[in-house]
């Protein structure tokens, strides 16, 4: 079996991947689960959540926390799309979302963390475990993430994870019904040399 946009051989490294724990000192990642619902529902109505990741819903139901499980867990089992929870080591606590979409050899990364955990560096861990995986496990060609422009805290958190500001894209998304730019940034295997364990 092949999918319609992946030579064979990279299908089937995908198809077979399974799930991984990616963890460092302070954080790890794994797939989101039922326990995560009622967290999800509270990090989904963050005002900067809402503002800065238009296709996530407004208001947000535990019916649109179930239906993203749902959805997390046909991306697992398809081999296109990554969602992890991301959790404190200490606490056990989720504390976070990141995700990888793959689209033949190119990987789109998104994330955010939850109100009352950022700027203590698990965006910065939790992206730099999951970009690891996916050019090393996935075997991707490139990494990408684009940022809504005057989005400062994402942009600065992905150069700090070693991804390189590429230029903007007009008009590249839908904001709620208005169109606006976005910074493309990628992050490339050759790139992930020696940044393992810098944080
Ligand atoms: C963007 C976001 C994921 C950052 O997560 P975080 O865990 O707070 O980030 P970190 O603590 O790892 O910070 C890493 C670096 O990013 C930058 N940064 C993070 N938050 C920042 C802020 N509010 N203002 C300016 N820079 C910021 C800093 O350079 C920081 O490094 P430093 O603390 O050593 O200065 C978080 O603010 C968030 O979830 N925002 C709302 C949703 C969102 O914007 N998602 C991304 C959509 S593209």
Known sequence: MSGPFFARDHYNRLMSHP????????????????????????ACSDPEVIRWIPRIPTPYSEQ????????????????????????ERASGRTVGSVGVTVNGSIGDVGYFVFAGHRRRGIGERALKLVS??????????????????????????????????????????????????????SLLPSEMDGRSDDK
């Open 19 to 42: 799930a991984p724990r990616l963890e460092d000192d302070v954080i790890a990642l794994r797939r989101w689960d039922e326990s995560d619902i009622e967290d999800s529902v509270v």
């Open 132 to 185: 690891r995986w996916a050019l090393q496990e996935l075997g991707l060609a490139r990494l990408q993430l684009w940022v809504m422009v005057g989005n400062v805290a994402s942009a600065r958190l992905a150069e700090k994870a070693g991804f390189k500001r590429e230029g903007i894209l007009r008009a590249w998304m839908d904001n709620r019904g208005t169109r606006v730019d976005a910074i493309m940034h």
């Open 64 to 87: 649109d926390a179930r239906e993203f499980l749902a959805l997390a867990d046909n991306g697992w089992e398809d081999g296109r799309s990554f969602s992890f929870a991301i959790t």
